[in-house]
């Protein structure tokens, strides 16, 4: 079971780090969904440490993991309004392939946590 907490409400330029409790999935990943809009991938985390962002996070947000993979974590800095959603954190056995890319990630994964809120104002 995947669980998230650290979300929060934030100002605009402000930071937050987000935690997943996991279970040393081989690819896990975190996505958000705003009101109105489909969710998106956020960032993905493979077996040996690559990472996948999406071009709005890049360079603004950071995905790892504590390295026994109990706990992923989403750190995230500069955030704006437009980073306002629920957050979500995922996780499943998917191959090096479909963790690199986002449509195919989210169609893999099966395991999924509630998801944390995030606001920025």
């Known amino acids: 079971q995947l669980v998230e907490s650290g979300g929060g409400s934030v100002q605009a330029g402000g930071s937050l780090r987000l935690s997943c409790s996991s279970s040393?999935?081989?690819?896990m990943g975190w996505f958000r969904q705003a009101p109105g809009k489909e969710r998106e991938g956020v960032a993905l985390l493979d077996s040996i440490g690559r990472t996948t962002y999406a071009a709005s996070v890049k360079g603004r947000f950071t995905i790892s993991d504590d390295n026994r993979k109990d706990v992923l974590y989403l750190q995230m800095n500069s955030l704006n309004p437009e980073d306002t959603a629920v957050y979500y954190c995922?996780?499943?056995?998917?191959?090096?392939?479909?963790?690199?890319?986002?449509?195919?990630?989210?169609?893999?994964?099966?395991?999924w946590g509630r998801g944390t809120q995030v606001t920025v104002s």
């Open positions: 995922a996780a499943g056995g998917l191959n090096i392939a479909q963790c690199s890319d986002m449509d195919r990630a989210r169609l893999g994964f099966r395991h």
């Open positions: 040393g999935w081989n690819c």
